[in-house]
């Protein structure tokens, strides 16, 4: 698929068909997830394949009771990684391992696509309680919850405001 069809193409997929998604695909997006640029290359994000059942309806609970974290079949857990970033600073801490596993998910949401598959980016969610059914240590923040499966919903292409509107040059 080409690359501009792959982007133009992936939505959000929030209802899933019930079949499995295979090892073998969730680890090669993951793969391609960390090809995505970090800073310093530290590559300061975890990534956390939830199939279990209990895990993935705690998840839910986490955030705030979305039904399609329990029912997707894979749930890929997206983190910030604060001790690899450590170098950094402050700021590493604050911004850069969170912008380091955001280019991840991107990289994986889009290969995804590319296989026919669909998942959604969960950020609402309660940050505390996900780190707790994950039983992450307290270096490592849950960031995005990643709900994957093979979509039983066609996905709705949002409109989006026009570049014009957007885009800035030499300054504001």
């Known amino acids: 698929m080409d690359v501009v069809e792959c982007i133009e193409g992936r939505t ?4 899933f068909k019930p079949d499995p998604v295979g090892d073998d695909v969730v680890d090669e997006g993951l793969r391609l997830a960390n090809l995505a640029p970090s ?8 990534f956390i394949v939830v199939r279990d059942a209990a895990t993935k309806k705690e998840l839910m609970h986490a955030a705030f009771q979305q039904e399609f974290v329990r029912t997707a079949p894979v749930v890929v857990v997206f983190c910030a ?3 690899r970033i ?15 596993a955001a280019a991840a998910l991107q990289n994986f949401s889009l290969f995804l696509h590319s296989r026919g598959l669909g998942s959604v980016w969960v950020g609402a969610f309660d940050e505390a309680r996900a780190a707790d059914a994950l039983r992450t240590p307290p270096h490592v923040r849950p960031v ?5 499966g093979y979509p039983a919903e066609k996905g709705v292409r949002r409109k989006r405001m026009p570049s014009g509107e957007l885009v800035h040059r030499d300054g504001w």
């Open 12 to 15: 959000s997929i929030r209802v």
């Open 39 to 46: 800073a310093g290359n530290l590559q300061a994000r975890d």
């Open 81 to 83: 990684n604060l001790e």
């Open 86 to 100: 450590g170098h950094y600073g402050q700021r590493g801490k604050e911004l850069y391992c969170i912008q380091d």
């Open 144 to 148: 995005a919850i990643v709900p994957v």
